[in-house]
């Protein structure tokens, strides 16, 4: 059987550190209550319960950030945006652009693959009410760091909602990208700082943005047409 390109990348051991990470406590003990007590949708299924790595092409240009696992979504299946409404959402329209093989994202098994794009979260565990708090966020910018410095080809990121785009004009910060003053958040909104890749912001695929009407599929699709037509122009 052939050998994954992530297994043998330096992503597969930033992947192990967190998987293994235990620095919040009310996020390991929710997601390990999650995982015991279970949906009645899912009871027979073995959930994951254990912090979630990112997922995609090591060798993607295009970079998504995304907020955290949902309780029965990859908290269960252990790999983002996978498992519930808000990945089959996304998957539509990164397969529409050609960044995915298939439309949904239902199982681990299902077949899924991305091309040229990495789905990360700014916090890698489930949190109670999809709200970490700041120390939470804090706390997983070690994971998001190595993740980033693993995939050195990144030219386009789209962060998905207001949290994953203050973490991303944090991850500048830190890398010495001026990021001040500070750039409005708006869906479709495109931002080149100096010294860093093109960000396309989008709302977050949640069921309340969604089943709202706040996003529609043609919303999210623009986002990542626009993202394909930068990096096949080299921006």
Request: with cysteine.
């Amino acid at each position: 059987m052939a050998t994954s390109p992530l297994a043998t990348s330096p992503l597969s051991v930033v992947h192990e550190r967190i998987i293994r990470c235990e620095r919040c406590r009310r996020l390991r003990d929710y997601c390990t209550a999650v995982a015991r007590e279970k949906k009645r949708a899912h009871r027979d299924d073995e959930y994951w319960g254990r912090p979630v790595p990112g997922f995609g092409d090591p060798r993607a240009r295009l970079f998504i950030l995304g907020l955290a696992p949902a309780a029965h979504g990859a908290n269960r299946t252990g790999r983002v945006f996978t498992g519930d409404g808000s990945g089959d959402f996304l998957m539509a329209a990164l397969h529409a652009a050609g960044f995915a093989n298939i439309p949904t994202s239902r199982h681990p098994e299902d077949g899924l693959a991305l091309r040229d794009a990495y789905i990360a979260a700014t916090v890698r565990c489930a949190p109670p009410d999809n709200k970490p708090t700041p120390d939470e966020i804090a706390n997983c910018r070690i994971h998001l760091d190595a993740e980033w410095d693993a995939l050195p080809r990144i030219r386009v990121v789209v962060p998905l909602g207001r949290i994953g785009f203050d973490a991303c004009l944090a991850l500048f910060a830190r890398r010495g990208i001026q990021t001040r003053p500070k750039p409005a958040f708006a869906h479709g909104a495109k931002i080149q700082l100096t010294g860093a890749p093109l960000v396309i912001c989008s709302y977050h695929p949640s069921r309340q943005n969604t089943n709202t009407g706040k996003l529609t599929p043609e919303m999210l699709a623009s986002v990542f047409t626009a993202a394909r037509d930068a990096i096949a122009r080299g921006r």
